[in-house]
């Protein structure tokens, strides 16, 4: 599905350095202190200031109920969930399906889309939608839990942007995702 459409749709999360972007039961703990001491947003500010709409799954939509204020106020956010109820918070709209939501942001007029969550990334780059992701790598081995990668439908070429080093080691990397009409 590379066909041309009216918005781009980005990556930007953190992961530990075996790949992973939350232990099997969704803590984050990892992530937070040791991002915490990297200092600073990590680029955060600059790269949400383009973005519309967030699409994440119900893994991620869930965890984020705890977070005061919520992080998504002044965006459009669309869960991709087979299994949440479509009425489940006034705050986001449900799709059942990646046509219905790709659908839905069209008819927004979606000009910047954030992709959070790795189910709904990994759907995103089968269907060829991913056009840049910026990976948050942080030091550290967790051995197990929720990857950020998985099957994916085949080779995904990227080019190399760009690369910053921030303090505790943390490294971030940002990809173009390389489609052959590029």
Known sequence: MTTRRPFTCSVFIGISL??????ED??????????????GDLGYDAFIKDIDTVVMGRGTYEPGLTYDPWPHEDKHVAVLSSTLPEDADPRVTVHRD????L???????AKGVYVDGGQ????????????????????VLLGTGLPLFGPVGGDVPLAHVSTQVFGAGVVQSTYRVHRPSD
């Open 98 to 101: 990646l046509d219905a939501l």
């Open 18 to 23: 075996d790949g992973f972007i939350a232990r």
């Open 26 to 39: 969704g803590d984050l703990h990892w992530l937070t202190s040791r991002g915490e001491a990297a200092g």
């Open 103 to 109: 659908r839905h942001l069209t008819e927004r007029g």
């Open 120 to 139: 709904v990334i990994r759907a995103f780059l089968r269907a060829g939608l991913i056009d840049e992701m910026t990976l948050t790598t942080v030091p």
